[in-house]
């Protein structure tokens, strides 16, 4: 290897050493590495900055987006419930997780399938008290076991099948990595259920929700004829709320106190709940629960383009002193409220009925605009609005559903390319307004999309300067004429570089290598190619191997060491398991 080689090597270790050893965030640390191979003059400004266009990068990008659309129509939830549903263990979760997600990966590709499970699989986890580190790991992974077992279950298979169509005048079959893939998923899942509890962190916040000092008291109504009516409160999911709790049923003016969650719910029940504001904005996504108080629809923003804002009154706010309804809160500030929090003490009134002090913290549901309104207003110490509680627009959430599915149907059959498919689905979010720009707009994770640039960049920099190829050529020269071990440390090689760059710049890289080592060896290439197939697509020990494991790096919680210390093992179980049986699929 030439000078330059060594230096982007280096750069590279540099880069890793970094993200086991510190906190430094994933993206500046790659981005700074970037920087310096322009410096030194490796990459010139635009091959540095190509991955920023590349369709890979556009695709997650367009994936956040459609993820977005299924979140804010609540349309995976019902779903998703009746799949998943309630389980009482984390190896069960995990369990009832893991199956369909590998089912789901084996026919659709499986960063737009991560991408649509995230935020869903996250509320999930917040129902079932269970911390989301114990579950996105495993969902990534089991993403990635599910697309080894046929050819369009990633994009790795699919640029292989392209290759060895050009190579070896072959495609590959649709099941023919199945052989493999089905025993290393089986195996996977096996170790993943037993090691997380060992292996996986548990990352909780250090201070217990419930004690927030701004404990809301909530009033939701069950409407007649929603799938909650005749459901028991275990059953609608009520009873093991995150931070929050079921206080009491006000029931035609009888009042059930110490709620049993075998107690079935009746239309027009007035459910009285007691907690944080995050749980409030958990609450309001639930199908077939509305607020209690009229007021909310008496507003003139149309439920999509409401939010709600937590507000502290102050003591020159002319409200002070009347009741919500006598002050008639909603017409002079164009706001309803949602509940009133002053003191952790429980208010015993309806929201209409409570006299307002200097200092209550009031939920209000309003249009976004007035935060810019209020934020300077001397009725008020503090306005802020409460990120993410823009009601579901579950009336679109058939449109949203329709939208998912003609996308996987695209990516399955490879109508377009996925960029495209993508793009078109996000574009259709916005359009039937399943999707605000606005919110289109926040869903979009930069730390995600700029790291996945720039791993395309330092890709480019290992191909240019000819590292990549220096080292495989060199590894693989040291293991002798012996095929099985030829093999093994084939895979090996081609695993390091998916953890280092990407999965199809490992599969390009390694597969005119595997061809040429199983040919020069006189043997059928056959296991040498499928197996660097399989190698190319299992990046579990870094954040950066696998697209999938970026996207739930930050949502998780997750450090660069936790994906070492968990998926090493697993990267070790598929390599023997791969070794082993491809020499028997396609002998020598």
Not at 73 to 90: C, D, N, Q, Y
């Amino acid at each position: 290897m030439g000078f330059d080689a060594w230096v982007t090597l280096g750069i590279l270790l540099s880069i890793l050493a970094i993200l086991a050893t510190t906190r430094v965030a994933a993206d500046f640390a790659m981005l700074g590495g970037l920087t310096v191979l322009m410096i030194v003059g490796i990459l010139s400004p635009r091959e540095a900055l190509a991955g920023m266009a590349e369709p890979a990068m556009i695709t997650v990008a367009a994936l956040f987006i459609v993820a977005a659309g299924i979140r804010e129509t609540g349309a995976l939830h019902l779903v998703i419930e009746r799949v998943f549903g309630r389980p009482k263990s984390v190896m069960k979760a995990q369990l009832r997780m893991m199956l369909p997600v590998a089912g789901l990966s084996a026919f659709m590709n499986n960063t737009p399938l991560v991408a649509m499970l995230l935020p869903v699989v996250t509320d999930w986890s917040k129902k079932l008290a269970i911390s989301p580190s114990k579950l996105l790991m495993p969902l990534s992974f089991a993403a990635i076991l599910g697309g080894l077992t046929t050819k369009i279950g990633t994009s790795t298979n699919v640029i292989v099948s392209g290759l060895m169509l050009t190579q070896l005048e072959r495609p590959m079959e649709m099941f023919e990595l199945a052989s493999i893939g089905v025993p290393a998923a089986v195996a996977g899942f096996i170790y993943m259920v037993a090691a997380s509890r060992f292996l996986l962190p548990d990352r909780k916040p250090a201070l217990n929700r419930l004690e927030d000092p701004r404990a809301y008291t909530v009033e939701m109504t069950v409407e007649p004829g929603s799938s909650l009516e005749g459901r028991t409160i275990e059953q609608a999911g009520l009873r093991h709320l995150s931070g929050m709790y079921l206080m009491e049923i006000d029931r035609n003016e009888q009042v059930l106190t110490a709620v049993a969650p075998e107690t079935k719910l009746q239309g027009k029940d007035r459910l009285i709940f007691v907690g944080i504001v995050e749980s409030v904005v958990e609450l309001q996504r639930i199908r077939g629960l509305k607020p209690a108080t009229n007021q909310v629809f008496k507003l003139d923003a149309p439920p999509g383009d409401r939010c709600l804002v937590e507000a502290v009154v102050s003591d020159t706010c002319p409200v002070v002193g009347k009741s919500i309804r006598q002050g008639r809160f909603r017409s002079l500030y164009g706001a309803a409220v949602i509940a009133v929090a002053r003191s952790g003490e429980r208010i015993q009134k309806k929201i209409g009925d409570i006299v307002l002090r200097a200092g209550d913290t009031l939920l209000l549901a309003t249009h976004p605009s007035f935060v810019d309104l209020q934020r300077n207003s001397r009725d008020f110490f503090l306005v802020s609005p409460v990120e993410g509680s823009t009601p579901p627009r579950h009336e679109r959430g058939f449109v949203a559903l329709a939208i998912l599915g003609a996308m996987v149907l695209g990516l399955s059959f490879q109508m377009r390319s996925e960029v495209t498919v993508a793009l078109a689905a996000a574009a259709l979010m916005i359009l039937t307004r399943c999707c605000s720009p606005a919110a289109a707009r926040r869903s979009l994770d930069w730390q995600v999309l700029l790291v996945i640039a720039a791993s395309i960049g330092l890709g480019a920099a290992m191909q240019k300067t000819g590292a990549d190829r220096g080292i495989a050529e060199g590894v693989i020269s040291m293991a002798g004429t012996n095929p099985y071990v030829v093999l093994a440390v084939l895979y090996g090689v081609t695993m390091c570089f998916t953890e280092l760059l990407s999965n199809n710049t490992a599969a390009v890289i390694m597969f005119p290598i595997a061809l040429a080592t199983g040919r020069s060896l006189g043997v059928d290439p056959m296991a040498f190619v499928m197996s660097s197939t399989i190698a190319a697509s299992c990046g579990f020990a870094t954040p950066i191997g696998y697209q999938t494991n970026l996207m739930v790096y930050g949502p998780g919680g997750y450090r660069f060491t936790d994906y070492v210390r968990f998926g090493g093992t697993l990267n070790l179980i598929v390599w023997v398991i791969t070794v082993t049986l491809a020499p028997r699929i396609w002998p020598f």
